[in-house]
T-cell receptor
Framework: SQQGEEDPQALSIQEGENATMNCSYK?????LQWYRQNSGRGLVHLIL?????REKHSGRLRVTLDTSKKSSSLLITASRAADTASYFC?????????????FGPGTRLSVLP | GAVVSQHPSWVICKSGTSVKIECRSL??????MFWYRQFPKQSLMLMAT?????????EQGVEKDKFLINHASLTLSTLTVTSAHPEDSSFYIC??????????FGPGTRLTVL
């Protein structure tokens, strides 16, 4: 099964509202990353949070990490129509042969004008 | 950040033909390359892991004879989809590993098999 599981799978909000997406994972991690993917396009790296960090900010993005609950959240404040995309969390699955990030199924965010 | 390129960015081919996808890390060397596949509205699924100069390790359910991976140099890896069929239509994304814990992603190649 997937290491990362995003919740909700789909989210629709009005422009200007905040959007919160959650990610849960199963095993211990070294770091967790959030990515955005516009329809039919490649991945865009948003933010990396390490296991010893609890919160990070980048512009309108705020990511939290709770290792005791094995969960992370991505908050987008003052959303814009351009934020419409799929958002994935990816956790390092430290397989011992380099590293590999395991992606969750993603949250499809729709920001309505 | 690191620059990763894929070529082609999209390709349409007839069923039964083979398609080669190139992935280059333009400003760093990658000893390890991951290849992912993404079907519409789904997440990325790891297909295989390759180390430069070695045979690739394939994930369960991925046919090694169908998806040929060559990682001949530290800056170039190729994925060849042999005898492609419509069910192989997908978005293929390479991901080179720069150093331990720094993984980057290519822009992806959209394959459509008619």
């Amino acid at each position: 099964s997937q290491q990362g599981e995003e919740d909700p799978q789909a989210l629709s909000i009005q422009e200007g509202e905040n959007a919160t997406m959650n990610c849960s994972y199963k095993t211990s991690i070294n770091n967790l990353q959030w990515y955005r993917q516009n329809s039919g396009r490649g991945l865009v790296h948003l933010i990396l949070i390490r296991s010893n960090e609890r919160e990070k900010h980048s512009g309108r993005l705020r990511v939290t990490l709770d290792t005791s609950k094995k969960s992370s959240s991505l908050l987008i404040t003052a959303s814009r129509a351009a934020d419409t995309a799929s958002y994935f969390c990816a956790t390092d699955a430290n397989l011992g042969v380099g590293q590999n990030f395991v992606f969750g199924p993603g949250t499809r965010l729709s920001v309505l004008p | 950040g690191a620059v990763v390129s894929q070529h082609p960015s999209w390709v349409i081919c007839k069923s039964g033909t083979s398609v080669k996808i190139e992935c280059r890390s333009l400003d760093f060397q990658a000893t390890t390359m991951f290849w992912y596949r993404q079907f519409p509205k789904q997440s990325l699924m790891l297909m295989a892991t390759s180390n430069e100069g070695s045979k690739a390790t394939y994930e369960q359910g991925v046919e090694k004879d169908k998806f040929l991976i060559n990682h001949a140099s530290l800056t170039l890896s190729t994925l060849t989809v042999t005898s492609a069929h419509p069910e192989d239509s997908s978005f293929y994304i390479c991901s080179p590993l720069r150093v331990y814990n720094e993984q980057f992603f290519g822009p992806g190649t959209r394959l459509t098999v008619l």
